[in-house]
């Protein structure tokens, strides 16, 4: 049964909305530094205020539900991910501006378009469960290409992104092949 009195969580970050939106910005720049974006890849402030603001509303929407339970770090990050995915506030060069979009990570540097919103959703959302992107290993690519795939091609929603992080995060630290491969299955579904 839904309750309207917030978690103490909910109410941290609600009332901390301003200082997620420069966290966000932040690691926005270290992301394009790290990936070795073009210097002239910006991010839209005024998007970047609509990103903090659904996902501290999902959040609170989803905890309310829940019986105002605190949401894990695997759900935050998937509303993260979600979030960024879905407005995307890295507006895209066109034309012979396009080089700008382009990733330098070796895992991505071939794609023609470059994804730069998926990929910062990315780092963001593994970012706040504890894995740097940047150190994932030649095994990972695969893996990470899905994700991309996913988050940029279908209507992909929170509950399957917190499964898949849970899952990921799981792997990486315990390195179990089942769970790689329950991890695959999850993306490479339609």
Same mark, same amino acid.
């Given at each position: 049964? $839904?309750?309207? !009195?917030?978690?103490?969580?909910?109410?941290?970050?609600?009332?901390?909305?301003?200082?997620?939106?420069?966290?966000?910005?932040?690691?926005?720049?270290?992301?394009?530094?790290?990936?070795?974006?073009?210097?002239? %890849?910006?991010?839209?402030?005024?998007?970047?205020?609509?990103?903090?603001?659904?996902?501290?509303?999902?959040?609170?929407?989803?905890?309310?539900?829940?019986?105002?339970? =605190?949401? =894990?770090?695997?759900?935050?990050?998937?509303?993260?991910?979600?979030?960024?995915?879905?407005?995307? $506030?890295? $507006?895209?060069?066109?034309?012979?501006?396009?080089? !700008?979009?382009?990733?330098?990570?070796?895992?991505?540097?071939?794609?023609?378009?470059?994804?730069?919103?998926?990929?910062?959703?990315?780092?963001?959302?593994?970012?706040?469960?504890?894995? =740097?992107?940047?150190?994932?290993?030649? =095994?990972?690519?695969?893996? !990470?290409?899905?994700?991309?795939?996913?988050?940029?091609?279908?209507?992909?929603?929170?509950?399957?992104?917190?499964? !898949?992080?849970?899952? %990921?995060?799981?792997?990486?630290?315990?390195?179990?092949?089942?769970?790689?491969?329950?991890?695959?299955?999850?993306?490479?579904?339609?």
């Amino acid at each position: 049964m $839904p309750s309207s !009195t917030p978690s103490k969580l909910i109410k941290k970050i609600r009332d901390g909305e301003r200082i997620l939106g420069g966290i966000l910005f932040h690691d926005f720049v270290a992301f394009k530094e790290r990936f070795g974006y073009d210097e002239k %890849l910006e991010i839209n402030p005024f998007t970047v205020e609509a990103v903090v603001k659904s996902f501290v509303d999902d959040l609170e929407k989803y905890s309310q539900y829940h019986g105002n339970i =605190d949401p =894990d770090v695997y759900k935050q990050s998937a509303y993260w991910m979600f979030w960024i995915s879905r407005l995307k $506030p890295i $507006p895209l060069s066109l034309g012979s501006h396009a080089e !700008t979009n382009k990733c330098r990570h070796p895992c991505l540097r071939r794609d023609e378009y470059g994804f730069a919103n998926e990929i910062l959703a990315i780092v963001v959302g593994l970012g706040k469960i504890g894995i =740097d992107f940047s150190q994932l290993g030649a =095994d990972y690519h695969k893996i !990470t290409k899905e994700l991309i795939y996913q988050l940029y091609y279908r209507e992909i929603n929170p509950k399957q992104l917190y499964i !898949t992080l849970e899952l %990921l995060h799981r792997n990486i630290s315990g390195n179990s092949g089942a769970q790689k491969k329950a991890l695959q299955n999850i993306l490479s579904a339609p």
